[in-house]
């Protein structure tokens, strides 16, 4: 029997090097113990040393080097041993990762998940308190969570308060940020950490004043995060109110005004209100999207968003900083200049679906400034599923693919704008119009030039509207 010890629960690279040392050493998964230091039991002897660093080497799939990254930042101590049973197998079962039915490969799976969802926590939950004031301030945070997970998650703070010095202190390990570089020290008690302050009362009134009980969905899990927020105080009051006025004397009452959209909602033909729920199930599902490596620095997946029988369809590249912060399309500068453009053509925004190409901000941090990143083909072809699924849910009659990214993900090939903009292409049953995106003409220094850009811009949605009047009449 091996027993290989890890230095740490989150030592991905000592267990990658074991694991490949004991693999090209055919020894089985059935004779590795795997622990690590300073666990309960733990041992050093018959470890690896003792085994030839064998010449030959094998080849593993890059989805599985990003699944054991992931998996072993989760809590169960089987995980080392399952991730070197899957890398064993892989050896003769290339494309045993594409079976998601096997019991090795969906437990795998569900540990990744479970990570994934932990650290999405992390980043929504998280609360700063300040300790001290002005210039001796110093940002506090104290957060359980269920896997290892804050080395990884600690990033994302990093980034985001990037002018501030905070502490982001767990049971397990501590995170520290002085303004240049993360530092890891051992957790420790909650007894320990500092006492409330103003912000605690800040954060408490801001949660009251966003609690919409409509809204309210209990569920375990989250409720077990509610220990690590400021708000946990109010929450379980604001609930009991919430319970009190949404039965008894208060059904009773007549509503003063109609429910208009509700109404509507009831009377729709059952094919839209079919479409409206596959958007909605999309959105959710996009939520958790991990195709890419794009998840992992920007804020959220931000999805498209109109209406759900739109007959014009807008691609744009990917959400800008503003997009990223607000979970929408097109609000930043582009956002607005689109909007503009689209009146002066005669289209309704609110009418129209807008999209993006690629559903996370690709962006490279310059101080406090997120610089945007063009997306590259690997990122757009591994969110094209989502353009997909979002023309099979919305049908419409044209897509406007506005910029080369975009045009990219409709076409399914690179597209040269100049040579193929303001005329319809068919492709596979849908038409589509290319354009330029609006963040080209506000990159454009030379003002002569971007008023004559715009008006272009102009005349290309105006053909739009043209081909859309057409569809409408021959319908």
């Known amino acids: 029997m091996r027993i290989i010890t890890l230095d740490s629960d989150t030592d991905f690279e000592g267990w990658r090097k074991?694991?490949?040392?004991?693999?090209?050493?055919?020894?089985?998964p059935s004779d590795v113990t795997w622990t690590v230091r300073g666990a309960v039991g733990s041992c050093a002897a018959f470890g690896i040393d003792d085994l030839p660093d064998a010449p030959q080497a094998f080849n593993v799939p890059a989805t599985f080097v990003e699944l054991a990254r992931t998996t072993i930042l989760h809590q169960s101590r089987e995980r080392f041993a399952l991730l070197y049973r899957l890398l064993w197998r892989l050896r003769s079962h290339h494309d045993l990762l594409g079976a998601t039915t096997d019991p090795d490969v969906a437990e795998a799976n569900a540990m990744a998940r479970a990570v994934y969802r932990d650290i999405d926590r992390m980043h929504a939950l998280l609360r700063f308190r300040e300790i001290g004031r002005e210039q001796n301030a110093h940002y506090v945070a104290w957060f359980e969570p269920e896997h290892h997970i804050v080395e990884c998650a600690a990033p994302f703070f990093a980034s985001r308060?990037?002018?501030m010095?905070?502490?982001?202190?767990?049971?397990?390990?501590?995170?520290?940020?002085?303004?240049h570089a993360i530092s890891i020290t051992s957790g420790i008690d909650k007894a320990e950490v500092p006492s409330e302050d103003k912000l605690?009362?800040?954060?408490?009134?801001?949660?009251?004043?966003l609690f919409n009980p409509a809204r309210l969905k209990l569920m375990e899990a989250p409720q077990a995060y509610w220990r690590n927020l400021p708000e946990d105080s109010i929450i379980r009051p604001l609930i009991e109110d919430a319970m009190r006025m949404t039965s008894g004397p208060f059904l009773a009452r007549k509503a003063t005004e109609p429910r208009q959209p509700e109404?509507?909602?009831q009377d729709e033909p059952m094919a839209r209100r079919e479409a409206h729920d596959?958007?909605?199930?999309l959105r959710q599902e996009a939520a958790d999207c991990r195709a890419c490596p794009l998840w992992k620095d920007a804020t959220q997946t931000v999805f498209g968003e109109g209406r759900q029988t739109a007959s014009m369809m807008l691609v744009g590249e990917q959400p800008g900083d503003k997009e990223d912060l607000a979970g929408k399309p097109f609000v930043g500068p582009a956002g607005l200049m689109l909007d503009r453009a689209l009146e002066e053509a005669g289209i309704d925004r609110r009418k129209v679906y807008v999209t993006n190409a690629v559903k996370h901000f690709k962006f490279v941090p310059r101080g406090k400034i997120r610089l945007h990143q063009k997306p590259n083909t690997p990122e757009i072809r591994a969110c094209r599923q989502w353009y997909e699924r979002e023309l099979a849910a919305i049908k419409p009659d044209l897509v406007v693919a506005l910029g080369a990214t975009a045009a990219q993900s409709v076409l399914g090939k690179i597209t040269p704008i100049n040579k193929n903009r303001g005329r319809p292409i068919e492709h596979d049953g849908t038409k589509v119009l290319v354009t330029v995106h609006p963040s080209y003409?506000?990159?454009?220094p030379d003002e002569e030039a971007k008023a004559r850009e715009y008006q272009r811009f102009i005349d290309d949605l105006k053909i739009a509207a043209g081909l859309l009047r057409r569809a409408a009449h021959a319908a």
Do not use: C, M
Not at 200 to 209: K, L, V
Not at 278 to 281: R, S, V
Not at 441 to 444: N, P, T
């Open 18 to 28: 074991a694991a490949r040392r004991l693999a090209v050493n055919a020894v089985k």
């Open 161 to 163: 308060f990037a002018d």
């Open 165 to 179: 010095p905070w502490s982001i202190l767990t049971p397990d390990v501590s995170a520290h940020w002085d303004g």
């Open 200 to 209: 605690e009362e800040a954060w408490r009134r801001h949660g009251s004043g």
């Open 263 to 265: 109404q509507q909602r």
């Open 278 to 281: 596959t958007l909605a199930a």
């Open 441 to 444: 003409l506000l990159r454009l």
